[in-house]
Structure formats: C-alpha cells, structure tokens
C-alpha cells in the first residue's frame, strides 16, 4: 500500500531561514492524494534545545480527497548554527509519514 500524501513545506521551500532569537513563522502543508477521507490528522513537531518550539503541534481535522490543509508553526532560535526538525505526521494513533526540515539560523 503506498500513501498518496504530500506533506511538506509551503511553496515547497528547502529549509527555514531564521535570526537569532527572533521568532519565525512557517507553514506545513498536507495534500491528500488519497482516493478516500483521511481522518483526525495531527503533526507534531520535535527538536533540538537550541531551538524554542512556540506551537509544537497541531490539528488539522480530517483532510477529504484532493485537498490540501497548512497550518502555522512558530520557533524561537537560540543559537547560530544549522539545525534539524522533525515533523511526524499522524492519522488516528498511526504514524504515517516523517520529514525532516532543516534550520538555519544566522549567517551559516
């Protein structure tokens, strides 16, 4: 079974490009590619200390089919330096897909 789902970045951007200590704002995206409903999906996001998470997850309810949903997402980063976050996103208690989205603070 292959999951029909895009789950990214908006406007498909490689990284996130952040100032020490200043928040930054950026947007998930979830498309459903699937031929049925996906329900109840949520996105949680970890990382490392060096980087405060201000909204470390969201709903985003249940996605129909050939829709899309984003939400916002907000850091506060603590050091200078190149980071790792990763975004898991689930469906009903079931991991269904992970990304990796990286970080860069300052002039790296």
């Known amino acids: 079974m292959s999951i029909d789902i895009k789950f990214g970045l908006k406007n498909d951007a490689k990284a996130v490009y952040c ?7 950026f947007f998930l995206v979830v498309h459903n590619f699937q031929g049925h409903y996906l329900p109840s999906v949520r996105v949680i996001l970890t990382g490392p200390p060096q980087l405060r998470l ?27 330096g ?3 976050l990763t975004a898991i996103l689930s469906s ?3 991991n269904l897909l992970t990304l990796q989205i990286e970080v860069i603070v300052g002039n790296v």
Do not use: H, Q
């Open 54 to 80: 201000v909204i470390k997850n969201e709903s985003y309810g249940g996605i129909g089919n050939g829709r899309k949903k984003s939400r916002l997402f907000k850091i506060i980063p603590k050091a200078e």
């Open 19 to 25: 100032s020490l200590n200043r928040r930054t704002e």
């Open 92 to 94: 009903k208690r079931v």
């Open 82 to 84: 190149v980071f790792t």
